[in-house]
């Protein structure tokens, strides 16, 4: 493989499902610990942004302060993606409740709560494989969500704070079955919770309070809430890659 973009197709024995996942590569010598990496959930839609966003600014990180690192897309087919966003991303419950302002109203709870078996993927399957085949600092790594891939990932930072140092959730789905984050919050211990970035477009209407809320409540100093001026759910995503890549949290 002589590319430094590359694509494979990978079955998972835990979520019983085959992933497209898209890795990009720096074009240079690794340091000596291994180039930091970026995990990227719905790498259908996001992995292309935040792998030219490393592109073009690691060629001046004196200034921008991004890294070369490694980006890994985590990528579900188009006609099943839908399904497996609401099974992989949520967490286990004895019931779900809907607001109204969603569409999701199947109380089927076989079709969410796959959230462990994900983690488990990511974590004892393709974190693994790729640090076998490429220089990776296992110090460095960050995870990367969008919207209920937000919640996921606020998720993982509550309950497997270890898995990765950083974690950027962008629109986070902080509501999602009554806003149980909370309860994963109050469990969770404040002396090993790792770096949070949340960002949230400014016309996302109870998402940005949402947002303002959650983040009071975390105990962590290691933590940065953006607001992005003029964005939409939609928008967001774009714009607040590069400030989310920037992020150091404390003592960094």
Known sequence: MQSRDRQFRYNSKFTNYEYTIEVYIPNEAPPKTGFPIIYVLDGQS???????????QSTN?????????????????????????????????????FPKHTKENNMNLANYGGAPLFQKFMKEELKPLIEKKLAVDTNKQILFGHSLAGYYTI???????????TYLAI??????????????????????????????????????????????????????????????????????????????????
């Not at 996001?46 to 073009?56: G, M, N, P, Q, S």
Request: aromatic share 14%; glycine share 4%; charged share 25%.
């Open 171 to 252: 629109s986070p789905s902080i509501w999602w079955n009554g806003k149980e984050l909370y309860d994963y919050l109050q469990k969770a211990d404040p002396a090993e919770l790792q770096k949070l970035f949340i960002a949230v477009g400014e016309h996302e209407g109870f998402m940005v309070e949402d947002a303002h809320a959650f983040f009071k409540k975390l105990p962590t100093l290691s933590k940065e809430l953006f607001i992005a001026s003029g964005e939409n759910h939609a928008s967001v995503v774009p714009t607040t890659i590069s400030r989310a890549l920037r992020f150091k949290g404390k003592d960094s």
């Open 61 to 97: 990180s004196v200034k921008t302060k991004v890294e070369p690192s490694i980006v890994v897309g985590i990528c579900h087919d188009e006609q099943e993606m839908r399904q497996r966003r609401f099974y992989e991303f949520t967490a286990p419950a004895k019931h779900y409740s």
């Open 155 to 165: 998720w993982c930072y509550l309950t497997h704070c270890h898995d990765f140092q």
């Open 46 to 56: 996001y992995f292309e942004f935040v792998k030219y966003a490393i592109k073009l």
